[in-house]
């Protein structure tokens, strides 16, 4: 199964605090949004959930901003390109939203912003829309929806971040007579589209999603109720992960760097995001400062 970040958003808190149920379109709107909702609500209510710690949700979120601006770790040869005016494009609109996220989300991770969707202090959040269980069981509520990621101003191109669940196959497996075939079979079994339902809408609906076109479109996945109920949300979904979704350090169809998983585990976007959200950094400081710890990683294939 796969993953995938939307817009996700509360229909009665734009409706509210901004006059509309429409979802913004674009980064400026989203900036207008959480501005108003934040001041409207007299801070009941924040306009936005990201997060500003070094951790690998944060990774996830700021990903988002720097696909939409064309911002890349590496180029097409895995040479490092993140100190850019894209990266700082990218780290300046994040600053300029986090003022409107709650106090204290610099320190969040995935458990901090679930919880505070769900207990109605966010209006909206670039996020996983995976919330959808809680407000179909416990809430038994439609307000909870999600979005196409906004197009920064007079852009015709926006990203977001897609991040697969793989089947690990060891080395030790391909040693036994058998092992890998037995294990083949298993994963063709998974991967059936009635199976895969369980595995997406019926594991987590709005936080799995299949891999497979054959999957996307199986009866199974679409007649779950919670899927059902938030149908909209899974079509956006579909059609992002069709179009648009990416995963940093991938965006070429092909391994460039080898360094991207050290600079994945030690968080180096994070960091940097970090950096300019605490005020320890200008935007353009903190481009040079995470390139410069990526090439402490860095290894192109092309070399």
């Given amino acids: 199964m796969t993953m995938v970040m939307l817009m996700t958003y509360r229909p009665s808190f734009l409706e509210e605090y901004v006059g509309t149920t429409e979802p913004p379109k674009t980064w400026d709107e989203v900036l207008d949004y959480a501005k108003k909702i934040t001041e409207n609500s007299e801070e009941e209510v924040y306009g936005i959930g990201i997060g500003g710690a070094k951790n690998l949700m944060t990774d996830e979120q700021a990903y988002i901003f720097m696909a939409s601006t064309g911002a890349r770790f590496f ?8 100190n850019s005016p894209e990266t700082i494009e990218a780290l300046k609109l994040y600053n300029d939203l986090i003022k409107f996220a709650p106090p204290g989300a610099e320190a969040w991770s ?36 999600a979005a196409h990621i906004p197009f920064y101003k007079d852009r015709t191109e926006r990203g977001t971040i897609t991040y ?14 058998g092992h890998k ?34 999957a996307s479109q199986a009866k199974e996945y679409w ?4 899927v059902k109920r938030f149908e909209n949300a899974h ?12 995963l ?3 965006e070429y169809g092909k391994w460039v760097n080898t360094g991207i998983g050290d600079i994945s585990g030690a968080d180096v976007l994070a960091d940097t995001v ?3 959200v605490s005020g320890q950094m200008t935007p353009e400081e903190a481009a040079a400062y995470g390139a410069e710890l990526m090439t402490k990683y860095s290894a192109p294939i092309a070399q």
Avoid: C
Avoid at 235 to 246: C, F, P, R, S, V
């Fill in 75 to 82: 180029d097409e040869n895995g040479n490092i390109t993140f």
């Fill in 110 to 145: 995935w458990g901090e912003i679930e919880l505070n969707i769900a207990a109605g202090t966010l209006a909206m959040s670039p996020y996983f829309p995976s919330v959808q269980k809680r407000f179909h069981e416990e809430f038994d509520s439609d307000d909870y929806n």
């Fill in 164 to 177: 697969p669940n793989e089947v690990h196959l060891y080395k030790d497996t391909l040693e036994k007579p």
């Fill in 181 to 214: 075939e037995a294990v083949y079979d298993f994963v063709r079994f998974m991967m059936r589209p009635d199976i895969n339902a369980i595995l997406t809408s019926g594991q987590e609906p709005g936080g799995f999603f299949p891999t497979s076109v054959a």
């Fill in 223 to 226: 007649d779950d109720p919670i």
């Fill in 235 to 246: 079509k956006i979904a579909m059609e992002a992960l069709n179009d648009y979704a990416t």
């Fill in 248 to 250: 940093y350090g991938f």
């Fill in 274 to 276: 970090n950096k300019v």
